[in-house]
């Protein structure tokens, strides 16, 4: 039932800005961000419960809390950038939607840094025996 309430809410945004787009063009960027800004409040709301049983999944398994932060984290970065990055090429802003993307890359890649170097490790000692 949720998707139905996405779909009702991105076409009625779509459908709006086809008609704003004929007589007022300065305020279909508005709309879009103010659609796009609700389906993500949605969005949000789905992904707290997610989130909590990541989390009691992660208590559960020890060991595992540190890995299950990092890849959460990059989740979350993944999709604020994908949001940014449409929106900015939404605009006509190619060159800001790529610098938000490499900007995402780039602190993926920090973030991710503590569980390559354990990965290593562990690789290390395996080979060592």
Do not use: N
């Not at 999709?79 to 939404?90: R, V």
């Not at 800001?96 to 991710?112: A, D, F, N, V």
């Amino acid at each position: 039932m949720e998707m139905v309430s996405v779909l009702g809410i991105g076409l009625i945004g779509a459908v709006l800005i086809l008609l704003i787009k004929q007589y007022r063009p300065e305020y279909t960027l508005l709309l879009s961000i103010a659609t796009a800004g609700v389906l993500f409040l949605m969005a949000l709301s789905w992904l707290v419960p997610l989130l909590g049983s990541f989390g009691r999944i992660a208590e559960e398994i020890s060991g595992i809390s540190q890995p299950m932060k990092v890849v959460l984290k990059c989740l979350g970065v993944c999709y604020l950038t994908e949001l940014g990055s449409a929106l900015c090429k939404e605009a006509g802003q190619a060159a800001i939607s790529h610098k938000i993307e490499l900007c995402g890359r780039i602190l993926i890649l920090t973030l991710s840094l503590p569980l390559i170097e354990t990965f290593l490790g562990l690789i290390k000692d395996l080979i060592r025996g």
